[in-house]
């Protein structure tokens, strides 16, 4: 039997990890300390032991293959073990009409641990409190959350600031609908002291009630509009993608595109020599290639690998019993 | 090249794996034997190295991810590799028109050996008469055989008896098609004094030649058509489902379908405290949710390890030459 | 950082392999040299760790199921690891519109090197200008190279006599179109005195260009139309398909046909008692099901094993760093 299913705090064994909620500067402290060992451990020629002899299922019941491969990746850097199954929709019982309940149930008897991704909100917790014996991993819900995504964001600034409080930082693209934005504002506000810049067409700000429920933990939130209104030197910035189809008249579309597109012009007039700049990837048309070259460009760089990092170091912790 | 293309007996080193004709009460017993030895390996932190080295290739050419995720941990759970083919009439050279054959010499030159998976009877022999150093191991082909199935139900029985005669049982559903009961019939068969009451509708019953041919073999069958029939305190109840889509007049199928529906009531009226409650899954409306929680109910719990275990003792019997 | 991306001449060192121009008789002889070794570590129990602690990345953008297991194979039985993607364009964020570039780069930092089959010509080339830590391995890029394969068939050749030169060979089928021919004669023009006679139809012999810079680097190319200018005893036949769709004129092709489909009589009339027959795979319609007991025919025998020995063999050069 798991011997949790509730909140994280402190004690990782053996537990679920299906929300960013679960987390508290205390948990996350521990989780990053882990972090650089793990680093070194996925560039160290030598083999880990840490997950030897466990088995990981990875049950993706939609494509997702920079997740599945940050996952597998991180299980076989630790000297686990993955059973793959993709799309079972399509490829298994559950096509001949077996419930998700008894899917579950009988994945959990062949593995250690189960990271679904699965389309529709709601479903890794579903499976977290059918799975009897084993710990289930969020990689992804829907509109839901996806934990290790807003983590390893969290950790990419951590890694440069070595905190995650009094920052300041522009996240730019679609707030009313980015579920990595959401995640990234939810983490940040469990620290005090912290500024976003929410830039955004007026049609794809916050929700009042979303504004309302951050601000109120503690973080401080200010919407702009332009690129002209991006804050000098912030610590970093975060830069999603606007999705022509959010906008019913194409027209105003085209008339704010231009302040949502990453380029090294931008960045010359408004980053400072510290800021970094982010993306959750993948990155299609909102940030300009030349910015690539950019040192302060970590997106295909420390984010990527941070992924792999922080899911290696949460495996180790959720597996390991000591 | 293999030392052996004929009955097990005894002997399972580098044997194919086709039928469970295969198999008679004493190479079951040295089975069944290894079982509980695998089922701490597989609760053990500590990694199995009974497969080390030894690399399995999984040839589905039909999806399964039951099967094939019980088989992928047997592996891995031993300390093997996998090689996963999934689908290869849609992925692979054989959508260029190779021939069965040089598909099978083809795979088999990379592995120690091949779980093959396909929707035509007969495949898997075939495959294991191509293969020349390699054995094959049938998981599954069409109205065929699953042996390792039958093997996994023989065995939960055994699991809960400590024999596999004597015994008294109950197999609802559709004796005439399903390959599980069929198997299931065969197995018992080969043990003494056990009684078998197939309670299914009339059109579903078993064929006269497969009848005589079983009752032939020393096992009883009793053939009842309504769940009033079933008797009191069985062993066991192996609870299949009945395809609607079987039945010429719909309106039989709504008149008896009731007989077929495994409730908590049914057990409470007919079951004993000891009799075990077995599915072959995926169960699709044939067992009410509610029975689930009812201890005697295995199907959700002992059935599904035991496909793993059963599985780990036979490929560590044929892969491990002493 | 890679260390090279150029010719590989000697020195193998975190280096891609995109195609067999990097290779010459030096880096030839050293590779082979290897290849003994990896088939015992491959036939032997014991488990190798030449390459435990490494993940390969599968990335196949199109179907390829001999290739996959053949790279698979031989990494696990190196000890090493793989993260399979399969299909990427239908199961991945490419289908969201990601640019190649960032998928390599995101492959790229969860392992220690990428093998890449595209259908693409220059997508390995591409991968590996972009890759920035990891080498690429070309698994076949269309009607570009298939590096691995030329290596297999040399390698064949080889294994037989002890040398790559002074040899005479015939290569039937397709010269104008099929990539594998086209390898072959390039890797036999590394070495002297090699004499090729062509078997094909008129409508299907070299173009002049690459008869002519075939022809320029030394090897002796003769162009036969029937099977009846087959030299006797030549030291290998390489067999390839002739394929109906390449003639206009169907008339023909029913004309010729019968020149390019190898039967036992074919050999007993031209071939030596030491001459090998060869064959890309996968066969269809091309040779006589019965020419497979041939001790001669090794297209079902060294030639698969030998794929995966050489991959392994340059898999452990690639990946040991010494």
Same mark, same amino acid.
């Given at each position: 039997m798991k011997n949790t299913k509730s909140t994280l705090s402190g004690k990782f064994y053996s537990a679920d990890i299906i929300s960013l909620d679960q987390f508290d500067p205390v948990t996350l402290k521990k989780l990053f300390? !882990?972090?650089?060992?793990? %680093?070194?451990? %996925?560039?160290?020629? $030598?083999?880990? /032991?840490? +997950?030897?002899?466990?088995?990981?299922?990875?049950?993706f019941y939609e494509p997702s293959s920079r997740t599945f491969a940050s996952f597998a990746g991180a299980i076989k850097q630790l000297g686990g073990e993955t059973i793959d199954i993709l799309n079972p929709l399509q490829f298994s019982s559950v096509s001949k009409g077996e419930n998700f309940e008894? &899917?579950?149930?009988?994945f959990e008897a062949y593995c250690d641990a189960i990271i679904i991704r699965h389309p529709e909100i709601g479903t890794a917790k579903k499976a977290a409190l059918i799975a009897a014996s084993v710990p289930i991993i969020n990689a992804g819900d829907g509109n839901g959350e996806?934990? &290790? $995504?807003?983590? #390893?964001? +969290?950790?990419?600034? @951590?890694?440069?600031y070595k905190k995650l409080d009094g920052l300041t930082g522009v996240m730019a693209g679609d707030p009313l609908n980015s579920r990595t934005?959401?995640? !990234?504002?939810?983490? +940040?506000? !469990? @620290? /005090?002291? =912290? &500024?976003? @810049? +929410? !830039?955004?067409?007026?049609?794809?700000?916050? =929700?009042?009630?979303?504004?309302?429920?951050?601000t109120e933990k503690g973080v401080k939130l200010i919407e702009i509009y332009s690129e002209k209104e991006i804050p000098k030197n912030a610590n970093f910035w975060y830069w999603t993608r606007v999705q022509k189809e959010r906008f019913k008249d194409k027209k105003t579309y085209e008339k704010v595109k231009d302040s949502f597109y990453l380029t090294s012009n931008l960045i010359? *007039?408004? %980053?400072?020599?510290?800021?970094?700049?982010?993306?959750? #990837?993948?990155?299609v048309g909102n940030i300009d290639m030349s910015v690539d $070259?950019?040192?302060?460009?970590? @997106? #295909?760089? *420390? $984010?990527i690998r941070n992924g792999m990092y922080v899911r290696m170091a949460l495996l180790s912790l959720i597996l390991n019993k000591k």
């Open positions: 300390s !882990l972090v650089p060992k793990m %680093a070194s451990i %996925a560039k160290n020629a $030598q083999p880990s /032991k840490l +997950l030897s002899g466990k088995i990981v299922t990875l049950l008894d &899917t579950i149930r009988v996806h934990p &290790t $995504q807003a983590l #390893l964001d +969290l950790y990419t600034i @951590y890694e440069k934005i959401h995640s !990234l504002i939810k983490g +940040l506000s !469990l @620290y /005090k002291n =912290n &500024t976003i @810049y +929410l !830039l955004s067409p007026k049609e794809l700000r916050l =929700n009042r009630d979303d504004f309302n429920s951050y010359k *007039n408004f %980053a400072g020599k510290d800021t970094i700049l982010m993306d959750p #990837l993948p990155r $070259q950019d040192p302060r460009a970590l @997106y #295909l760089r *420390n $984010q």
